[in-house]
């Protein structure tokens, strides 16, 4: 079943996609140019319907380079990436510790956890030795560790752990780090806890 609703979701996300696969090269350039200034200001949820549009057309817009083909003027706060040449839009995701910020653009890290203001580098490092604690308890079993009889409470204490730490995340860190970029996403759902978007309350 997992793997059929993992398939259907695939080729829903795919219908989306082709509306941006359509445009052309300039159409898509303006239009991805516009939305940035709409995001600039604000650290935005990686649910939010603009910004789940926004990552279907950046994807578009990667495989055919837009950015590098000046087809739109950047908007003005932003600076281009060094990892794809787009205009750096940064994700603050719940591996940060590990990969540091992601590129909404091509999805690699844009920015190392060690390059970051030693300030928000260590909030960013003490929050994700909290989460990661929090989003192990999801993977004991696949990690060999037995499970306690009461593991269903601890499951949800857990869940509850990181709706927190995802709140903390979008209220706190993610517009710390507006002082650096024009506008950040941030990861606001865990599917390994069962966390939701709508279970995050900022």
Request: proline share 5%.
């Amino acid at each position: 079943m997992a793997r059929e609703l993992t398939d259907n979701h695939d080729h829903l996300w795919k219908g989306y996609r082709q509306l941006f696969m359509e445009m052309d090269d300039l159409s898509l350039a303006r239009w991805m140019a516009q939305t940035l200034g709409q995001f600039s200001g604000q650290a935005w949820r990686l649910s939010h319907p603009l910004m789940l549009a926004y990552e279907l057309a950046a994807h578009a817009g990667h495989n055919r380079q837009i950015w590098l083909k000046g087809m739109a003027i950047i908007p003005a706060d932003y600076i281009a990436a060094e990892c794809c040449r787009a205009p750096l839009l940064p994700m603050l995701s719940r591996d940060v510790y590990d990969v540091g910020l992601i590129c909404k653009h091509c999805g690699e890290t844009c920015m190392k956890l060690d390059d970051l203001p030693d300030e928000i580098r260590q909030e960013l490092d003490a929050w994700s030795t909290l989460y990661d604690k929090a989003h192990s308890i999801a993977h004991w079993e696949d990690d060999g560790k037995k499970l306690p009889p009461d593991y269903d409470t601890v499951f949800e204490l857990a869940a509850q752990s990181a709706e927190k730490l995802l709140a903390q995340a979008g209220s706190q860190l993610a517009p710390a780090l507006l002082d650096l970029y024009p506008a950040v996403a941030w990861e606001d759902q865990d599917e390994c806890l069962e966390v939701r978007p709508e279970d995050v309350d900022i």
